[in-house]
Each structure stands twice: as C-alpha cells, then as structure tokens.
C-alpha cells in the first residue's frame, strides 16, 4: 500500500492519482449512501 502511495506522488502520475483520487471518492459517495439507507426511520409494525 505504501508503494502506491510513493508512486502517486512521482511526476508523470497525475493520471494514476486522478484515477485513486476517483475511486476514493466513490467509495466515500458509497459509504455515505449505505450509512442513509440503514439510519433512515423505519415504519413501526405496531
């Protein structure tokens, strides 16, 4: 993990850390969608 971390440093990889960047993006985006969908209220069956 940490080589990948030095090689989105190194110049001439801008398009390697886009690409990282992106992909941690959507999995941010995607966490965010699955703590909506489990914290969102629930109809009680009372």
């Known amino acids: 993990m940490e080589a ?3 090689l989105r440093a190194k110049p001439g990889a801008e ?3 886009g ?3 992106a ?3 959507h999995g941010v ?3 965010e969608d699955c703590v909506r969908f489990f ?3 629930t109809a009680s069956a009372a």
Do not use: H, I, K, M
Request: charge should be positive; hydrophobic fraction near 50%; proline fraction near 6%.
């Open 23 to 25: 992909a941690l993006e």
């Open 4 to 6: 990948l971390y030095r």
């Open 39 to 41: 914290a969102r209220p």
């Open 29 to 31: 985006q995607r966490l």
């Open 15 to 17: 398009g390697f850390a």
């Open 19 to 21: 690409a990282w960047d």
